[in-house]
T-cell receptor, first 112, second 109 residues
Framework: DAGITQSPRHKVTETGTPVTLRCHQT?????MYWYRQDPGHGLRLIHY???????DKGEVSDGYSVSRSKTEDFLLTLESATSSQTSVYFC???????????FGEGSWLTVV | EDKVVQSPLSLVVHEGDTVTLNCSYE??????LLWYKQEKKAPTFLFML????IEKKSGRLSSILDKKELFSILNITATQTGDSAVYLC?????????FGAGTRLTVKP
């Protein structure tokens, strides 16, 4: 299994509070991704990173920000959580664009 | 707009049956199509397809891509209860990867 650790694995938070999810990898892969998975939608890309301090928006980036200060860590921040952001969040990594993507185990976020 | 459509959305079969899962796509600057299996946790990689007509095979699973008709199929022969999962199709173009909604396969004893 690829060395990907997500934290926290489960979180319940209140509407309007900030939330940060962390993804840590031990593979030294260049690319890191944050996806959300919702019924009927499959996995949708939120943001991705192609290097330290290099990030770009994905399909559903509104309401989310990311940071990558080190190769091994990719943070996803919800500045002010909303109920529509209740979802399962998956971090993923790949050695380079076009390479297989490997997923973390997911973070279950509930916004009440 | 780029899209990936999987069918059927769900499927119930009995052990020993053969199933075919479908994935059609409309994506600009196509690079590859990938199949993933998702059980209770994260998706796990099955196949990556980049060329038309070349079958990829792993045990009872096989997959093929048709870049002219823009679809792929995933076949599972002699299904087992352990094959029960959601099967995700994803299409990559440049730095983006679009996923289908998945096909939920249930294999009954």
């Amino acid at each position: 299994d690829a060395g990907i650790t997500q934290s926290p694995r489960h979180k319940v938070t209140e509407t309007g509070t900030p939330v940060t999810l962390r993804c840590h990898q031990t593979e030294n892969h260049r690319y890191m991704y944050w996806y959300r998975q919702d019924p009927g939608h499959g996995l949708r890309l939120i943001h991705y990173s192609y290097g330290v301090k290099d990030t770009d928006k994905g399909e559903v980036s509104d309401g989310y920000s990311v940071s990558r200060s080190k190769t091994e860590d990719f943070l996803l921040t919800l500045e002010s959580a909303t109920s529509s952001q209740t979802s399962v969040y998956f971090c993923a990594i790949s050695a380079d664009s076009g390479n297989t993507i490997y997923f973390g185990e997911g973070s279950w976020l509930t916004v009440v | 707009e780029d899209k990936v459509v999987q069918s059927p959305l769900s499927l119930v079969v009995h052990e020993g049956d053969t199933v075919t899962l479908n994935c059609s796509y409309e994506v600009t600057n196509f690079r590859s199509l990938l199949w993933y299996k998702q059980e209770k946790k994260a998706p796990t990689f099955l196949f990556m397809l980049t060329s038309s007509g070349i079958e990829k095979k792993s045990g009872r699973l096989s997959s093929i891509l048709d870049k002219k008709e823009l679809f792929s199929i995933l076949n599972i022969t002699a299904t087992q209860t352990g094959d029960s999962a959601v099967y995700l199709c994803a299409v990559e173009n440049n730095n983006d990867m679009r996923f289908g909604a998945g096909t939920r396969l249930t294999v009954k004893p």
